[in-house]
């Protein structure tokens, strides 16, 4: 199974919607960067605010401190993931 044809984990989702939001982005270009359809950008958006991963403000979603640090914290375990192949 190739890379674009194996499904996405949910952390990989999760981590794209986070790292697309970092700049602040409408709905419908996070959804087209991070290759949701609308009803998967509907539940993640909904989980990530939820959590406080991500806020939305006049219609732009923005990653919170806290979302920043889970991006941080996410790219040093696969760091030290491929470090240890």
């Known amino acids: 199974m190739t ?3 194996r499904r996405r984990a949910r952390h990989d989702i999760i981590m794209r919607v986070l790292e697309v939001a970092k ?3 409408r709905k419908t270009n996070m959804m ?3 290759r949701l359809n609308f009803d998967m950008a509907e539940r993640y958006l909904t989980a990530l ?3 406080g991963l991500i ?3 006049l219609g732009v979603w923005r990653t919170t401190e806290k979302g920043l640090h889970v991006i941080e914290a996410c790219s040093i375990c696969r760091f030290l993931a491929e470090e240890a192949k």
Do not use: M
């Open 3 to 5: 890379a674009q044809t």
């Open 23 to 25: 700049s602040g982005e």
């Open 32 to 34: 087209l960067k991070a």
């Open 49 to 51: 605010n939820q959590a």
């Open 55 to 57: 806020t939305e403000e």
